[in-house]
């Protein structure tokens, strides 16, 4: 009977089948790597531009506001801008005048800076500002870095002003008088009572007037300039976006 031999290298791969085999695999996990990571990047774009358009939506909103706020400080350098005459009527002739009620009108307070935060927020804290294009970034820091020295400015400056001047208007006139002018009925009493005689602290209290007129001008000043940053912005990422214009 006649045996066949088989050889022992049937069917067994070369070198090349191997390299082949490999370079295959290669591709295949480089591919699906390469399609991962565009849709990563696809996803993060994405994201990047969905802060965007929440951003220009707080700044329309926050314009409005700027307006409204700059219009109040406006009004109230219009008021005090009456101080020096009325310094002259009271301390003369303890008379009271329109101006003088205008004044004490002007010292009630201030128009606080309400901005709203919701994108600004989540840029910082939950890193979003990394999904953005560097140039997109620097602007949007640059901006909160204003808005945040706007704000210090209304919590230092402004709020001392005003805590000052309401405190010695306390001190120089009768409560029932600032009742009247302030809460009442608008009108000024036939004559206005002082506190006492001291020259000195009316003199004091024009002297705050003064500078709290310059506190509400720089307010009206920085927060001209925020809403002016805010309308660039605006500008630049609804072109750069193409954004719904909705001026």
Same mark, same amino acid.
């Given at each position: ?10 069917g ?6 191997? $390299? ?30 969905q ?6 939506? #707080? ?6 506001? +700027? ?9 109230? *350098? $219009?008021?005090? @801008?009456?101080?020096?005459? =009325? ?5 003369? %002739?303890?008379? !009271? ?11 009630? /307070? ?7 935060d ?6 910082? %804290?939950? /890193? /979003? ?5 560097? *140039? #997109? ?6 901006? #909160? ?30 409560f ?9 009925? @608008?009108?000024? !009493? ?5 506190? @006492?005689?001291?020259?000195g ?5 024009? @002297? ?7 506190? =509400? /001008?720089?307010?009206?000043?920085? $927060?001209?300039?925020?809403? *002016? ?7 630049? +990422? ?6 719904? #214009?909705?001026?």
């Amino acid at each position: 009977m006649e045996v066949h031999h088989h050889s022992h290298h049937e069917g067994k791969k070369n070198w090349k089948s191997y $390299i082949w085999e490999f370079f295959m695999l290669f591709l295949a996990v480089t591919a699906g790597f390469f399609v991962e990571n565009q849709r990563e990047h696809y996803s993060e774009k994405e994201k990047g531009r969905q802060y965007i358009e929440s951003f220009v939506e #707080d700044l329309r909103i926050d314009t409005t506001r +700027f307006s409204n706020i700059i219009r109040f400080y406006k009004q109230k *350098e $219009i008021e005090l @801008n009456h101080l020096y005459a =009325c310094y002259d009527s009271v301390r003369h %002739n303890q008379n !009271p005048t329109t101006s003088l009620q205008k004044i004490i009108n002007a010292t009630n /307070g201030f128009a606080d800076l309400v901005y709203t935060d919701r994108t600004l927020e989540q840029l910082k %804290n939950a /890193g /979003g500002l990394r999904l953005l294009e560097k *140039e #997109d970034a620097d602007s949007i820091i640059k901006y #909160d870095v204003f808005l945040r020295f706007v704000l210090r400015t209304e919590s230092t400056s402004m709020q001392v002003k005003a805590t000052e001047v309401r405190n010695t208007r306390s001190a120089v006139f009768v409560f029932s008088d600032i009742m009247d002018t302030t809460f009442g009925t @608008n009108v000024m !009493p036939s004559k206005l009572e002082l506190v @006492n005689d001291e020259k000195g602290l009316l003199n004091r209290f024009f @002297n705050e007037l003064i500078f709290y007129r310059g506190a =509400c /001008g720089r307010m009206e000043l920085l $927060i001209t300039m925020l809403r *002016e940053r805010a309308a660039r912005s605006i500008a630049f +990422f609804t072109k750069k976006y193409q954004l719904e #214009d909705k001026g």
